[in-house]
């Protein structure tokens, strides 16, 4: 649960967490495009539980993550969010014909900068914590200044 990161992760805490937020969102703002209607395009069995499920896990911890509370845990699922994307998406793209219109690797680059910094963006934030400009600092700090003052009556 360490938080002691530089300030400066509240930047990529910030983009990476208003990028889900917003993508989560967006499931809901446009079911045929972004939601139901995509995950049905692509081939994914229920489409509308998996594509709800996933906009609530975006907007739940991509809001965890913009806030910085319980940074590391809301990591996971996006992560896991993540790499199904670039898997199901990303890299067929790369087959003869391509996926809805990409081909190749250079259309594959193009079409999966943002997936590909967002996974690098959790990694990152995974690995350092959320930085000291967090709730989850906070929360740090509170509890040892509480065991601080208990040890020291």
């Known amino acids: ?11 990529i805490r910030v983009a990476v967490g208003l990028v889900f937020l917003s993508e ?13 209607g995509r995950f049905d395009r692509i081939g994914i069995p229920a489409p509308t539980f998996f594509a709800n499920l996933d906009g609530v896990v975006e907007i739940a911890c991509g809001a965890l993550i913009v806030i910085g509370l319980l940074t590391r845990l809301a990591a996971v699922p ?19 014909g391509g996926f809805q219109g990409v081909e190749g690797f250079w259309g594959m680059a193009h079409d999966a900068r943002t997936d590909f910094a967002m996974l690098l963006g959790l990694i990152f934030l995974l690995w350092a914590g959320p930085g000291r400009w ?3 600092a906070w929360l740090t700090h509170r509890v040892e200044v509480v065991r601080s003052s208990a040890m020291n009556p």
């Open 1 to 11: 649960m360490r938080a002691d990161g530089p300030a400066a992760v509240i930047c």
């Open 134 to 136: 967090s709730l989850d």
């Open 78 to 96: 996006l992560l896991i969010d993540i790499s199904l994307a670039i898997v199901l998406t990303k890299l067929r793209e790369l087959q003869p």
């Open 24 to 36: 989560g969102i967006q499931k809901f703002l446009y079911p045929d495009k972004l939601g139901p």
